[in-house]
């Protein structure tokens, strides 16, 4: 049973090793330049993480994803539990997000890099609005599924529709909203990556992207490990987060289940 | 169409009528200079001059082409390791670890690499495509397919269908809704996907329209193929929406 246990805990670790070793056999099968070697990749790492000027840029890199994802979740969240508890204001906005929702955000930024710059502004603008989406849509969806009878015993009991809001419908949508934040977390760092991409002036996504222009194919595998490894470990993080606060919750799937 | 729902349909369009007005307005009284902000006849009308040149039909050809292949890679693999997973232990044990890993991490970062081993051309853009897509569909397809309800399955395997069978003749239809939900924001992701590949490296394709308006400065020309991936995702998304109702006709309110 111990060992079943331990076995469970330590499967993603055995995964993450297991890639490693399939790259590492497939580069040395492929005996290319352009692809090198999982340990050589790795040896790379702390080169980058070690250098104090993109260890900077890293750092500015998750300001600014910081600073999107709070903002995002802090407006989206009351929008989409009003959405779910109004027709009217549902019917509002849902075709508008409709219309938004294919749009790649980070292709938004060669026409916001013309008003606002290629500062922080920006980047931080383009993060926010992929990460509202996400967030919108499950905190509709959650609130959309809370039970009507907790909300009449609650306006029985003198709740206002506010505090019914904050009281009843928020703790009821978490788990959704947090699927929704876990979702909206990926799509920061992805977006982080893109926007930097396309105003190549600092940040990770501009290290990587650079690298790979000027053919430092080390520095490019090593970065993507870097950012892979934001994602994995974000995630578990806010995973941790997520069932600490939803402990009452069913115990749900531990894969996140829509990624958009 | 029921009142409620056309009344819900004009609703809605207020937004979007508003945000339009909006933008003729601030163009019209000066705020923003037409180099900046184009005013909005002016885009859409470029828009119509567009879609009627070739050049322009080419490149979203070439997109839709690299959308489909992504997408349709992703839905085999997504539906078919989905099932796997959710039908054997043992494959789940593989794939669940894997997936754990692979989802969360960001496949934009993946570009490079894709760059390097695939060459510049279609291949890099559909690996990139398939792996976005692949994960909301394998996943949805797995949680759909796991919570199927067993007594559906018992009653097939007394009523004599073989084993094997019941997998594609209970649980595929079973998980259908589930699985169609994945597919819906697999597609979403491909339309992203696509377009961002293409603004990285790509000689055509909607990305590359944005990407040659943006060293131009032209702003007109820069909303053009924005607008486009928008009305290509509505489409798409409705022809989905279309297959969907039909595919789940006996469902009760799906």
């Known amino acids: 049973m111990m060992g ?20 590492q056999v497939a580069a040395l099968a492929i005996n290319n330049d352009s692809f090198p070697t999982a340990i050589g990749a790795i040896r790379a790492v702390p080169d980058i993480l070690g250098d104090k000027e993109s260890l900077i840029n890293i750092l500015a890199s998750l300001r600014r994803m910081a600073i999107g994802f709070g903002t995002a979740v802090a407006i989206s969240i009351p929008l989409g539990l009003l959405m779910g508890r109004s027709r009217v204001v ?10 938004i929702y294919p749009v790649p955000k980070a292709a938004l930024m060669p026409i916001i890099m013309l008003w606002l710059g290629v500062g922080d502004l920006s980047k931080t603008l383009v993060i926010f609005l992929g990460v509202s989406l996400p967030v919108i849509y499950h905190s509709f969806e959650g609130a959309k599924a809370v039970e009507e009878k907790m909300l009449w015993s609650a306006a029985a009991m003198g709740l206002s529709a506010t505090q019914r809001l904050v009281r009843i419908v928020l703790p009821a949508a978490l788990p959704e909203i947090l699927t929704g934040c876990r979702t909206g977390l990926v799509l920061a760092l992805i977006t982080m990556i893109t926007s930097e991409m396309i105003a190549r002036q600092s940040g990770a996504g501009n290290i990587l992207f650079n690298a790979l222009d000027m053919g430092q194919y080390d520095t490019v595998f090593a970065m993507i490990i870097i950012v892979g490894a934001m994602g994995i470990g974000l ?7 997520r069932a600490r606060l939803v ?14 | 169409m029921s009142r409620a729902a056309t009344s819900d349909i004009l609703i809605g369009l207020i937004p979007i009528v508003l945000s339009i007005a909006v933008w003729q307005g601030i163009v019209s009284f ?55 997973a959710a039908a054997s232990p043992t494959i789940n044990a593989l794939v669940r670890p894997i997936v754990r890993v692979l989802a969360p991490l960001p496949k934009v970062a993946l570009y ?3 760059l390097l081993l695939l060459g510049f051309g279609h291949g890099s853009k559909i690996t990139l495509v398939a792996a976005d897509a692949l994960f909301p569909i394998l996943l949805s397809t797995y949680y759909g397919a796991s919570t199927v309800e067993q007594k559906l399955v ?13 997998l594609f003749k209970v649980v595929l239809p079973a998980a259908m809704p589930s699985i169609l939900t994945g597919c819906r924001i697999g597609l979403v992701i491909s339309c992203i996907v696509v377009f961002l590949a293409e603004m990285i490296t790509s000689t055509d394709g909607l990305g590359h329209v944005l990407v040659t308006a943006a060293r131009t400065f032209q702003a007109v020309d820069m909303f053009v193929p924005l607008i486009t991936i928008s009305l290509l995702g509505l489409i798409l998304n409705g022809a989905l929406e279309a297959l969907r109702s039909y595919l789940l006709r006996g469902f009760p309110e799906a």
Do not use: K
Not at chain 1, 8 to 18: E, K
Not at chain 1, 235 to 241: G, H, V
């Open chain 2, 112 to 114: 490079p690499a894709l």
């Open chain 1, 235 to 241: 995630d578990a993080a806010f995973e941790r987060i």
């Open chain 2, 154 to 166: 018992w009653s097939a395997l007394a009523a004599g269908t073989p084993r094997h069978q019941t």
């Open chain 1, 90 to 99: 549902a019917s509002f906005f849902n075709p508008l997000l409709m219309v």
């Open chain 2, 30 to 84: 000066g705020y923003a200079p037409p180099t900046l902000l184009p005013p909005p006849t002016l885009v859409f009308a470029r828009l119509a001059q567009q879609l009627m040149t070739d050049t322009f039909q080419q490149d979203i050809l070439a997109t839709l082409f690299r959308l489909f292949a992504g997408f349709a890679i992703a839905v085999v693999l997504g539906i078919g390791i989905g099932l796997a």
């Open chain 1, 247 to 260: 402990r009452w919750s069913e115990p749900q799937f531990d894969i996140p289940l829509s990624f958009s």
């Open chain 1, 4 to 23: 079943r246990m331990l076995l469970r805990r330590l499967a993603p670790l055995l995964a993450c090793i297991g890639l490693l070793v399939v790259w």
